[in-house]
């Protein structure tokens, strides 16, 4: 019964089938909210399934000079990080499927699967456009992992765990957006890094570029890359508001919560333009990395002071 409900867990839910299908909705919902706030009508609800479908039914076609383990095998793994991610937070509100001491950190090492894949897979051919958009991916994860990271920290030292389930019963009574705002933006921003969305998206600039690492793949290989790219959206946004929006408890708080945050981030990406990748790495390096540790610094000090 134990294999059975793991291999149901790992195929269907909460990873598997459910976040896939989950991801290219809100995939869908986030390309709809920016075509309407620039006045477009934006795709159908069905186009995303429709891309996936389209992809997967055309031929991958493989570089002379690439590795074909790493060509074939690269999606796979960045999807495959995205998915195990899903296992150890609050998917649709709900109990996570798995839980350890310190599996928030096993959960954000999961999560920089899909970046570090993105930029293997650019090294992996001999394209002038894939290796530059692989320098840049990698460069703009250096620069996103550690204030994320950070801005993730203050919330797990105020519950004092490292575990994504006691933190999101703690942030049940505590809304962390109130006493670690800092932190919430330095979250919602690090995450549009991580994922590339704009204003970030120097990695993929299609007016430069073409489509950055990913230029040469083609197919199924592309069609898996970008539902790792919406899986790891869904998990983003769940950790966000199960950390900073007063945790969460159920389906109905999960969706209103996560779709509060996915208008944010569209709107965002509506009004403004891309930076260059110089911008984008030095200008969030020093002052995001900075102001979440000054946040943590006082949260300690105050903390220490009302003990």
Request: glycine letters at 8%.
């Amino acid at each position: 019964m134990n294999t059975l409900t793991s291999f149901f867990t790992l195929l269907i839910f909460p990873a598997g089938l459910t976040l896939v299908l989950l991801g290219m909705f809100y995939e869908w919902m986030d390309r709809k909210l920016v075509a309407r706030f620039q006045n477009r009508i934006g795709p159908r609800w069905f186009q995303p399934f429709a891309d996936m479908v389209k992809l997967f039914a055309k031929e991958q076609i493989e570089p002379r000079v690439a590795n074909p383990v790493l060509f074939f095998g690269l999606p796979i793994l960045a999807l495959s990080g995205a998915l195990t991610a899903a296992l150890y937070v609050p998917m649709l509100g709900l109990a996570p499927a798995h839980s350890f001491p310190g599996d928030l950190v096993a959960t954000l090492y999961l999560l920089s699967l899909l970046t570090v894949s993105i930029g293997l897979a650019g090294w992996n051919t001999s394209s002038r456009f894939s290796l530059v958009g692989a320098t840049r991916a990698l460069t703009q994860t250096f620069a996103y992992e550690a204030p994320f990271l950070l801005a993730l920290l203050g919330p797990a030292l105020a519950a004092g765990s490292w575990q994504i389930s006691e933190i999101n019963v703690y942030a049940a009574s505590h809304w962390m957006i109130l006493s670690q705002p800092v932190g919430f933006v330095v979250a919602l921003i690090g995450l549009m890094g991580k994922l590339e969305l704009p204003p970030f998206d120097a990695p993929e600039a299609e007016t430069e570029i073409v489509a950055g690492a990913l230029t040469d793949y083609s197919g199924r290989g592309l069609a898996i890359f970008n539902l790792g790219k919406s899986a790891e959206l869904v998990i983003g946004l769940t950790l966000v508001a199960a950390f900073y929006l007063g945790g969460l408890g159920g389906v109905v708080p999960f969706l209103l919560k996560t779709i509060f945050l996915l208008i944010v981030m569209s709107l965002l990406q509506s009004v403004l333009t891309r930076l260059r990748i110089d911008q984008t790495v030095g200008m969030w390096w020093r002052f995001g990395t900075l102001l979440v540790l000054a946040q943590i610094l006082l949260m300690i000090v105050w903390k220490g002071w009302w003990l």
